[in-house]
């Protein structure tokens, strides 16, 4: 009898128990969130960016915790687009895990605004959401899907990054006088006393300069309407660089004791200029193209009517050639046709951005990638500071 009763014991505890694990897991059923999955509340819609809120907190960003049914580990990212992408290529802020609150400086949210590609000082609109995503408890994504709050409209003044010049910049820049090989004839001889425009303040250029002689610069060429020069030439370190100003009188710039080749980098937000001697051995004598995005493929030797670059000056080289976009093609640039012992490639075949150009890796790297469509475009390279542009 007593075992009967042990045994009716057992049942009925395991009953309890069974029933308690069906609440435990009643309870613990997913709920997918329908429509907005939580409402997204922004501390302000209304943002007028300049560098004095800069470093100040101009909006934060609030919102309830997304409900699954159960205590969820739910990690959050903000979105945000121009009204015209819809949300195609957000630009995305991850939160971090069951965080309900996210602020932004003026600096953080301007940087968000310029990359949508807002334009400074222009008045535009900005929509914002919250995306939730679960996760299991060894921090991997679920097979749940995404769950989005309401969009909400937030008007956006953004403010320019770009640092301002100290002198307006010229659209070219060339260089002149008995330092250089064409003397104080102007015009001057183009492209070998040509500056290349390395951004939107910046020249350099790779030029033979005789020495004890004199220079200075010219936004024309053939033009002495205007010039840039030194106030006062009586300091020797001005053989190196210095300052320099727009039509600063007649002091020429002293040019470097010793003959040579040498690099002048010409700052238009400093108002300076470097002189620094440079190698010219470390510029290849020619250039070619070759890869899956030419016509050529990558059999090497390639058709060096078609794929050899031209050079142009002492740095530089242009081609225009056709370019195939899709399919992962790519290309390289080589300094000797048929041979594969140097190549000159990207950090990152994958970065979108190299396909219009950008610096360029010496025997490593990955190929580079053609422009999104498929036609004829002008490389133009560039050994001054080692890097290539890419236009149709």
């Known amino acids: 009898m007593k075992l009967i009763y042990k045994l009716l014991s057992v049942v009925v505890a395991a009953l309890v128990l069974f029933a308690s694990c069906k609440k435990d897991e009643d309870r613990s059923v997913?709920?997918?969130?329908?429509?907005?999955?939580?409402?997204?509340t922004a501390s302000s819609t209304s943002l007028v960016l300049t560098e004095a809120n800069a470093k100040d907190t101009v909006v934060t960003f609030t919102w309830p915790a997304v409900n699954y049914g159960y205590n969820a580990l739910a990690t959050y990212t903000l979105e945000f687009s121009l009204p015209a992408d819809t949300f195609k290529k957000a630009n995305k802020v991850l939160v971090g895990a069951n965080v309900l609150k996210q602020q932004f400086s003026g600096a953080d949210f301007n940087q968000i605004a310029l990359l949508l590609g807002m334009t400074p000082a222009v008045q535009g609109t900005i929509w914002a959401r919250l995306r939730s995503d679960l996760k299991t408890d060894k921090d991997a994504n679920s097979n749940v899907p995404s769950s989005f709050s309401d969009t909400i409209k937030i008007t956006v003044t953004p403010y320019s990054t770009k640092p301002v010049p100290k002198y307006p910049v010229p659209d070219d820049l060339?260089?002149?006088?008995?330092?250089?090989?064409?003397?104080?004839?102007?015009?001057v001889p183009v492209p070998n006393q040509q500056f290349t425009k390395l951004d939107d303040n910046t020249f350099g250029i790779i030029v033979h300069l005789t020495g004890g002689q004199e220079y200075v610069f010219l936004p024309k060429n053939g033009d002495w309407?205007?010039?840039?020069?030194?106030?006062?030439?009586?300091?020797?370190?001005?053989?190196?660089?210095?300052p320099?100003?727009?039509?600063?009188?007649?002091?020429?710039?002293?040019?470097?004791?010793?003959?040579?080749?040498?690099?002048?980098?010409?700052?238009?937000?400093?108002?300076?200029?470097t002189v620094t001697p440079f190698d010219v051995s470390t510029i290849p004598a020619n250039l070619f193209i070759i890869g899956d995005?030419?016509?050529?493929?990558?059999?090497?030797?390639?058709?060096?009517?078609?794929?050899?670059?031209?050079?142009v000056g002492l740095s530089t080289f242009q081609i225009t050639?056709?370019?195939?976009?899709?399919?992962?093609?790519?290309?390289?640039?080589?300094?000797?046709?048929?041979?594969?012992?140097?190549?000159?490639a990207v950090a990152d075949g994958k970065n979108a951005a190299y396909k219009a150009g950008g610096p360029f890796t010496t025997d490593s790297g990955d190929n580079i990638p053609p422009p999104d469509e498929s036609g004829s475009y002008k490389i133009t390279v560039s050994f001054v500071n080692n890097t290539y542009t890419v236009s149709k």
């Open 30 to 40: 997913l709920t997918l969130p329908k429509g907005a999955a939580t409402k997204l």
């Open 174 to 187: 060339f260089i002149v006088g008995s330092a250089t090989d064409g003397e104080w004839n102007n015009p």
């Open 225 to 242: 309407g205007h010039k840039y020069n030194v106030t006062s030439n009586t300091d020797p370190a001005l053989k190196h660089g210095g």
């Open 244 to 273: 320099f100003a727009p039509d600063a009188g007649d002091k020429n710039i002293p040019g470097p004791d010793a003959t040579g080749n040498y690099k002048i980098i010409v700052d238009f937000v400093a108002g300076t200029y």
């Open 293 to 311: 995005a030419t016509a050529g493929g990558w059999t090497n030797p390639v058709p060096a009517a078609t794929q050899q670059f031209t050079k």
């Open 321 to 344: 050639v056709g370019l195939t976009s899709g399919g992962g093609k790519g290309y390289l640039l080589i300094p000797v046709n048929g041979s594969w012992d140097h190549k000159y």
